[in-house]
């Protein structure tokens, strides 16, 4: 049953595929779940239910890492700008590299999108799934602590 449900939903797929990013992801064809989860990098097997499952997860997770963010950013800005009063340049300069590396946490609770700007700011290519992403994004670091040393 569940098969001939799987084919019905790919068959009326070319007509589904004008359904809106906003509109309930129970109203998604199982083609167009799949393909969120790669985008959201997770797992995309399953059942349509389960594909639904991860998706909302995965979104509310981004936004919680998205509003923690902007939290610490406003903290870290607010202490950069109070440390730069006090402290010499020289101690400045060296400060946004050390916040960079901590700025939202594990890189593991970033979204895709993230990731991939961090590998556009670190001139490292910004293809692939995402766990290659933080892979390229640590072996980059790696790589600029030790060039500095």
Request: charged letters at 45%.
């Amino acid at each position: 049953e569940a098969a001939v449900e799987e084919a019905a939903e790919e068959a009326a797929e070319p007509e589904a595929m004008e359904v809106e990013e906003d509109a309930p992801l129970e109203d998604w064809t199982v083609k167009e779940l799949k393909d969120e989860c790669k985008t959201l990098g997770v797992s995309d097997k399953g059942k349509k239910a389960e594909l639904i499952e991860r998706i909302k997860e995965a979104k509310a997770t981004v936004e919680d890492t998205t509003e923690a963010a902007v939290e610490e950013e406003a903290a870290v800005e607010e202490a950069a700008v109070e440390e730069a009063a006090v402290e010499e340049e020289a101690a400045v300069e060296a400060e946004p590299e050390a916040m960079e590396i901590e700025e939202d946490g594990p890189l593991e609770e970033w979204t895709v999108k993230e990731l991939k700007e961090e590998c556009t700011t670190l001139g490292v290519s910004d293809k692939g799934k995402k766990a290659e992403l933080i892979e390229r994004i640590k072996e980059a670091r790696a790589a600029a602590v030790e060039t500095s040393k």
